[in-house]
């Protein structure tokens, strides 16, 4: 058990290694305070441990320079884990990755991406809706 531990906080410490700079807040409640301070939206990425197009998608398009500046910038960026955090019951989705924008005014979802997104295609639908 000691040994499955270890080796999930070493791969937990590999990942957020990658995507340094993203600025990254753990809590969904606290994503909504600070959304509200800042006036920006929350982008939710919710993923899965079991699932390799999130991990997929953390090593390579939340680890692109250009995004991670884009969504600092216009976001307050939270990740949750499916299976573990506390995540409202309207954002847990039927598979992961999915990535929501959430308004913080009335924590609804205006905008939904299933699926892994490359960093070209995440790009473009943050900013084109």
């Known amino acids: 058990m000691k040994k499955v531990l270890v080796s999930l906080f070493l791969l937990a410490?590999?990942?957020f290694a990658q995507m340094d700079g993203l600025n990254i807040t753990?809590?969904?409640d606290k994503a909504i305070?600070?959304?509200?301070?800042?006036?920006?939206?929350?982008?939710?990425?919710?993923?899965s441990t079991y699932c390799p197009y999130c991990e997929k998608m953390k090593?390579?398009?939340l680890s692109d320079k250009k995004v991670i500046d884009y969504i600092n910038k216009?976001?307050?960026?939270?990740?949750?884990?499916?299976?573990?955090d506390d995540?409202?019951?309207k954002f847990k989705p039927r598979f992961t990755p999915t990535t929501?924008?959430?308004?913080?005014?009335?924590?609804?979802?205006?905008?939904?991406l299933y699926g892994y997104k490359s960093s070209e295609q995440l790009f473009k639908e943050l900013e084109e809706f």
Do not use: G, R, W
């Open 33 to 47: 305070t600070m959304a509200k301070e800042q006036n920006k939206d929350v982008l939710l990425f919710v993923y």
């Open 26 to 28: 753990e809590e969904y």
């Open 100 to 112: 929501f924008v959430v308004d913080p005014k009335d924590q609804q979802s205006i905008y939904e």
């Open 87 to 89: 995540i409202p019951q």
């Open 13 to 15: 410490s590999v990942i």
């Open 74 to 84: 216009k976001y307050i960026f939270t990740m949750l884990n499916l299976e573990i």
């Open 59 to 61: 090593k390579t398009t």
